[in-house]
């Protein structure tokens, strides 16, 4: 039998769209089968004050630069960035000691601040800690070396920062010095050469010296018992002069004591410590308040009163 070409076009072309109908159907099925499967990883960056991570209260003093090697503007400014630093750890809150009204600050003999009379403020706002930095010495020298016609000048400098913690109990945590040396090539002004405070170096050199000391900062502050005060008691109400910000969770379940006794040693009549405060029960964090502050109720004993210990369960 023959078949014309017209008639063999249409079988082949009727063949191709079986084939192509048959491959369409099988990609379908394909996709039906082997479903797509979506998946969301959480990674957090930064992590939040609310996660557990207690908090430590930490006082910064005014700088102590008794030979006046840096502006006021200057030290108010470094210290300012020191406690910005400090507040990105997870372990501390600092803040100016003159949020709480310190102003002036007595010095001892050896001209240092007597921390000693801070230790009265510390309890009082249920700070834990005080930091004082003192800008101790700044010297500078000068070399000229001739070089055929050119003169270059070689500027050192050394930069001396000590840096003391004590916490409310009068407890020395840190007393470090660190002296950092840095040179300089380039020619100093008129100006610098009149008067280093207008030398710009200066208080980038100190400033990052006093950076130098974070890591000491913060290991020191980890012996320090983290604490609170009951401000107000209001009918079944208890409130707090800690929350959110030092760390507390609502849920979290906190110890109550008075504030114990001062011990002192009976031959040299030094101040020892305070002994451990009676245990009167524990509240419950059911909410916060302020800008650092928490709501609890009473969980189990009683005959709580105003400025009572508390510390967490």
């Not at 191709?16 to 960056?45: H, W, Y």
């Not at 249920?126 to 000229?144: A, G, P, Q, W």
């Not at 004591?257 to 009549?269: I, W």
Request: net charge neutral.
């Amino acid at each position: 039998m023959n078949l014309s070409n017209s008639k063999i076009k249409s079988i082949i072309f009727l063949g191709l769209l079986f084939l192509l109908g048959l491959i369409s159907c099988q990609s379908v099925e394909k996709r039906n089968t082997n479903q797509a499967i979506r998946m969301v990883k959480d990674i957090p960056i930064n992590p939040r004050v609310d996660q557990g991570q207690i908090k430590k209260r930490l006082m910064i003093l005014p700088f102590n630069d008794s030979k006046s090697i840096l502006s006021a503007e200057m030290r108010t400014a470094i210290q300012k960035t020191l406690i910005a630093e400090l507040n990105r750890s997870s372990e501390v809150i600092a803040f100016d000691s003159k949020d709480l009204g310190i102003d002036t600050v007595k010095t001892s003999p050896g001209g240092g601040y007597d921390l000693k009379d801070i230790v009265k403020s510390l309890k009082q706002y249920t700070v834990h800690s005080t930091l004082e930095v003192e800008i101790k010495d700044l010297r500078v020298k000068r070399s000229t070396p001739v070089k055929g016609i050119l003169k270059s000048v070689t500027s050192e400098y050394e930069c001396s920062i000590i840096v003391r913690i004590v916490n409310q109990n009068g407890r020395e945590l840190l007393n470090h010095m660190k002296v950092v040396t840095y040179k300089d090539t380039a020619a100093p002004s008129p100006e610098m050469l009149k008067s280093e405070s207008s030398n710009p170096i200066v208080p980038t050199l100190i400033k990052d010296t006093v950076f130098e000391f974070i890591p000491q900062i913060t290991k020191s502050l980890e012996t320090t018992v983290w604490e609170g005060r009951i401000a107000s008691l209001q009918g079944e109400r208890v409130f707090l002069n800690v929350g959110k910000i030092s760390g507390l969770n609502v849920g979290d379940l906190l110890r109550v004591t008075d504030d114990g006794d001062e011990v002192f040693d009976t031959e040299t009549g030094q101040f020892i410590g305070k002994s451990p405060g009676r245990l009167k029960g524990t509240l419950e964090v059911v909410s916060f308040f302020g800008q650092d502050g928490a709501i609890a109720v009473i969980h189990s004993g009683g005959g709580f009163r105003e400025n009572d210990r508390v510390e967490l369960y």
